[in-house]
């Protein structure tokens, strides 16, 4: 497997067919999703790891993970039409559990936690219960969110004692899903941060 493949494995993987704004479900693109879990991969991060993906979605992080010979990815994930994708994204794999509960209900504990949340622009605490959970239940956290989350990650960190090891960032194409988004194929500057 190269990262080249991990990508156009990813790239073929069904998104949200109407994706609701109260859940900012956004898919992470392939292209991105693939260099954060080939750098997770390269860290020791993923194979033979128990791996947590924080609302799921339609699965693309867990599933880059699976491809990446992890051990376990326990999917957590709250909206039924959401598990219904992802259920079909994940006909050809073995090695998961889907939980269908709120992330503020999981109380498992795993090596590395995987998410890329509501950005909290809609919902402004939602962002906040994952990252705090998965410091509860997990060693490292992979966290995707806009650069301009910065201070709030640089924070809520500091304030856990936990340590930023790692930060990439990307311009990520933002398809034109929701019906409030004018432009065709938007562009958000969003990071990685990889979290001890
Ligand atoms: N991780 C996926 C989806 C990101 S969109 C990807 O990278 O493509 C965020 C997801 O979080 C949505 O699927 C939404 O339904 C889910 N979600 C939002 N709040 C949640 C909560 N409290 N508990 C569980 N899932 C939640």
């Known amino acids: 497997m190269s990262k080249t493949q991990l990508a156009i494995i990813l790239s073929r993987l069904k998104v949200f067919e109407n994706p609701k704004v109260q859940l900012e479900q956004y898919p992470t693109d ?3 999703a693939a260099d954060i879990l080939w750098k997770a991969y390269m860290l020791g991060d993923i194979e033979d790891k128990v791996i947590a ?5 339609t699965g693309i992080l867990g599933i880059g993970c699976l491809n990446l010979n992890c051990k376990k990815v326990l999917f957590v994930e709250k909206d039924e ?5 992802l259920k079909n994204n994940l006909q050809d794999y073995e090695d998961y559990k889907i939980l269908n509960m709120d992330v503020s209900e999981f109380d498992k504990n795993v090596d590395v ?13 939602a962002d906040k219960i994952f990252v705090e959970k998965a410091f509860s239940c997990g ?16 924070s809520i960190s500091k304030d856990f ?10 311009d990520m194409k933002l ?18 941060w990889r979290i001890e």
């Open 139 to 154: 060693k490292v956290l992979y966290y995707i969110g806009k650069v301009t989350s910065k201070s709030f990650i640089e």
């Open 113 to 125: 936690v995987v998410m890329n949340p509501p950005f909290g622009v809609k919902n402004r605490k």
């Open 161 to 170: 004692e936990k340590k930023i090891t790692h930060f990439w960032e990307y």
């Open 53 to 57: 993906d924080f609302g799921a979605g």
């Open 30 to 32: 392939s292209e991105v």
């Open 175 to 192: 398809k034109n899903t929701m019906k409030f988004h004018t432009k065709k194929n938007k562009e958000i500057n969003i990071g990685c």
């Open 81 to 85: 039409d959401a598990i219904y994708i």
